[in-house]
């Protein structure tokens, strides 16, 4: 069992910088594919980011490629999502998510554990 804890979110201007940080529980946390996820009110669910197991994968949205940067620390337990020239719509609930199998899908259904997600919002 992994327990994911999003933090970090909150309030910022369009073009501005935010850095959400997932922390996890449980000693399996390097073997597993992480991923960032969003939802906007009414939308589905989108795959943002993802990093694989040893972080030498990563993929990204092509609406946050160059702005967003995933990275993880596997001997903290933590998976971060810096946010850079944010937009206003990038505003949205966003959720980290595990996969056990180390890689790092775009669906979101393939993950076995979520966070509770946190609130960005960017202002324009």
């Known amino acids: 069992q992994v327990q994911l804890v999003e933090s970090g979110g909150g309030l910022v201007q369009a073009g501005g910088s935010l850095r959400l940080s997932c922390a996890a529980s449980?000693?399996?946390?390097?073997?597993?594919?992480m991923g960032w996820f969003r939802q906007a009110p009414g939308q589905e669910r989108e795959f943002v980011v993802g990093?694989?197991?040893?972080?030498?994968?990563?993929f990204y949205a092509d609406s946050v490629k160059g702005r967003f940067t995933i990275s993880r620390d596997n001997a903290k337990n933590t998976v971060y999502l810096q946010m850079n020239t944010t937009k206003p719509e990038d505003t949205a609930v966003y959720y980290c998510?595990?996969?056990?199998?180390?890689?790092?899908?775009?669906?979101?259904?393939?993950?076995?554990?979520w966070g509770q997600g946190t609130q960005v919002t960017v202002s324009s």
């Open positions: 998510a595990a996969n056990r199998d180390g890689t790092t899908p775009t669906n979101p259904y393939r993950y076995d554990y």
């Open positions: 990093i694989w197991w040893s972080g030498a994968n990563t």
């Open positions: 449980g000693r399996t946390f390097s073997t597993y594919g």
